[in-house]
């Protein structure tokens, strides 16, 4: 600005009369020229500087409002995906035959849940940690293996006196093979952890699909947990009958063992899907259909869990054939379609006996199976 006032001034007089001595006026209006020039920097220099300020202060305030902004979008963000994390699968069982076949359907389906309870049941709840171990190592599955509860929830641990439907080993005699099947596996899954650290790992999961296929007691200890309960999404219980009944008759094998727990459950409100006895019981796998299943020659220590449970079936005066309880939640899981599902209001009494009750805690009840879809399933599992 002061070249320009300079260029200006020189300007202002005649070319001629450069070089020469200035009059009074000239130097006035030089004067004036250079005291207008002189202000007119100064408050240029001003209005530059109140410029600066104003434009310092909107972006030092665009970064804050930015900053606050990003960091309530991260936190719903995180929130979010809280409540839309990766959906996890949960297994409690006591594993018995049956198990073992639910735990290979997992497997070969490439659904190998996030943890799995060994729960009293067929037997000790050490020995069903052991037969855990000894199933999961045999089909390489890599996930944590928790000890569940070993007696009913608020019961008395129970007395194992006789060896039940699933002999002394509580795998038909089985469990040697299994064992030498999984030799070579990472020592440490050879020791499950304890409930009160599951419970931590359930408080990492979201969206979980809790499958039980023995007694209710580790879910009803959980559920006393809300932080727990919160994260369960649905429930798939196999046990109990809809079957109408005698008063004091006695109930299917896993709510009988403990009652409590399954009133617990039953009035949980979450949402729950029944596989009853009448379904459960009555779906068999016959001889043609063992022999098929081994043409494959894959899995034969699988094949042979399912030959021995049809000789168990036949040698207690039953229908000769395989039954498999604990596979129908998982072939459920895999296709919702192939099942007959009837939602039911139930109670439950104190045997653990399920009536029917307009009143009573909503379930859904899976009633019929297309027959020849348990086949399908197990012959793809065992072809692989």
């Not at 999984?182 to 979201?206: H, I, N, V, W």
């Not at 296929?213 to 879910?219: E, F, H, M």
């Not at 899981?333 to 909503?362: C, M, Y």
Request: net charge neutral; with cysteine; proline share 5%.
């Amino acid at each position: 600005m002061r070249f320009l006032c300079s260029f200006r001034l020189y300007h202002i007089l005649p070319w001629e009369g450069r070089g020469k001595a200035l009059s009074e006026k000239d130097v006035r209006t030089i004067l004036f020229q250079e005291t207008f020039c002189s202000g007119l920097q100064a408050g240029r220099d001003d209005v530059l500087e109140n410029v600066k300020k104003k434009v310092l202060a909107l972006v030092l305030g665009f970064c804050c409002a930015w900053q606050m902004a990003w960091g309530t979008v991260l936190a719903a963000a995180e929130k979010e995906a809280g409540k839309t994390g990766i959906p996890a699968l949960v297994y409690d069982g006591d594993p018995g035959s049956d198990d073992a076949l639910a735990l290979f359907l997992l497997k070969q389906n490439s659904l190998v849940p996030d943890l799995a309870f060994a729960t009293y049941g067929n037997g000790p709840e050490k020995q069903m940690s052991s037969n855990m171990v000894l199933v999961t190592g045999a089909l390489a599955m890599d996930l944590p293996i928790y000890q569940g509860a070993d007696r009913p929830w608020k019961g008395r641990k129970l007395k194992f006196k006789e060896p039940g439907f699933n002999g002394k080993d509580g795998l038909l005699g089985l469990a040697s093979v299994l064992k030498e099947k999984s030799q070579g596996r990472d020592r440490k899954t050879l020791q499950p952890g304890d409930l009160e650290e599951a419970q931590k790992q359930l408080k990492k999961c979201r969206h979980i699909t809790y499958i039980v296929t023995g007694p209710l007691s580790t879910l009803a200890g959980l559920l006393q947990d809300p932080e727990v309960k919160s994260r369960i999404d649905r429930v798939y219980l196999v046990g109990g009958s809809l079957t109408e009944t005698e008063p004091g008759q006695v109930a299917e094998t896993n709510f009988a063992q403990d009652p409590k727990a399954v009133k617990a459950v039953m009035e949980s409100g979450l949402d729950l899907t029944l596989f009853p006895r009448e379904l459960t019981g009555t779906q068999y796998i016959g001889e043609q259909e063992i022999q098929n299943l081994g043409r494959s020659g894959k899995w034969p220590e699988f094949l042979e869990l399912i030959r021995a449970n049809q000789a168990a079936h036949e040698k207690a005066g039953e229908e000769p054939a395989a039954v498999l309880p604990a596979i129908f939640p998982i072939l459920y899981q895999l296709d919702p379609s192939q099942f007959a599902v009837e939602d039911k209001r139930i109670t439950v009494d104190k045997n653990g006996q399920l009536q029917e009750d307009p009143q009573g805690r909503l379930v859904h009840g899976v009633l019929g199976v297309n027959p020849r879809y348990q086949w399908r399933a197990l012959e793809k599992a065992f072809s692989r």
